[in-house]
């Protein structure tokens, strides 16, 4: 399988109606705290934004609400991999993306066969609280090897000066958030976003 190289998350359908229509090709909707039927609402709207733009969508956490609104790919953190019913999603035929940070995260993520492997965090970042220092370049290199054929996704503090260097060590994907998000010109920096990564698509 392969991914486009400019991964965008967002919190909500609003960000995926504004952002998926300038070119976007595979966003992520991650949202967090609020109740089934807001989630549904939100997938609903993200779901026929995303396929009149043929772009990939991928619900984060809601794999029931995914499944039962036809979805095709979610992602999970490992919390979240750890109550989810692995096999369900898979009969319902959905890809599925893990999140790791280390290597027992990383071996219990494999272990579950998914269809790419998630990094992070790459350099310091201001979305979470995490325990895990910045990963850096170089253990980007180091999943490559044990991750391949599976795409590899890098994420955390990521901008569009650090795509070249995210690019050589190995990645096949560099996953955004605030640097779009919290920009002062979202729309004019997804562009740039989809400029600089042209290349590795």
């Known amino acids: 399988m392969k991914l486009d190289p400019f991964y965008l998350i967002v919190d909500s359908a609003a ?3 504004r952002l998926v229509p300038l070119g976007v090709k595979l966003v992520q909707l991650r949202i967090k705290d609020r109740n089934d039927e ?6 609903r709207v993200a779901k026929a934004v995303c396929a009149a733009h043929r772009c990939q969508l991928i619900v984060n956490d809601y794999w029931q609400i995914a499944i039962e609104e036809g979805c ?18 898979r009969a319902a035929g959905l890809k599925l993306g893990l999140s790791t940070h280390d290597e027992t995260e990383l071996e219990t993520a494999l272990a579950a066969e998914p269809d790419y492997v ?9 979305l979470k609280k995490m325990k895990w220092e910045p990963q850096g370049l170089a253990r980007i290199s180091a999943w490559r090897e044990r991750v391949r ?6 994420i955390g503090g990521l901008n569009t000066d650090r795509l070249e260097g995210v690019f050589a060590h190995g990645a096949d994907s560099a996953a955004v958030v605030t ?9 004019g920096r ?3 976003w989809i400029e600089r990564t042209a290349r590795w698509r």
């Open 149 to 154: 054929p599976l795409p590899l996704v890098a």
């Open 190 to 192: 997804t562009q740039e």
């Open 15 to 17: 960000w995926i109606e």
């Open 118 to 126: 998630a990094l992070g965090p790459i350099y310091p970042t201001i």
């Open 38 to 43: 807001d989630i549904r609402g939100q997938i």
């Open 72 to 89: 095709d790919f979610v992602h999970l953190g490992q919390e979240d991999l750890a109550e989810a019913d692995v096999a369900t999603i």
């Open 179 to 187: 640097d779009i998000t919290l920009n002062a010109d979202p729309e």
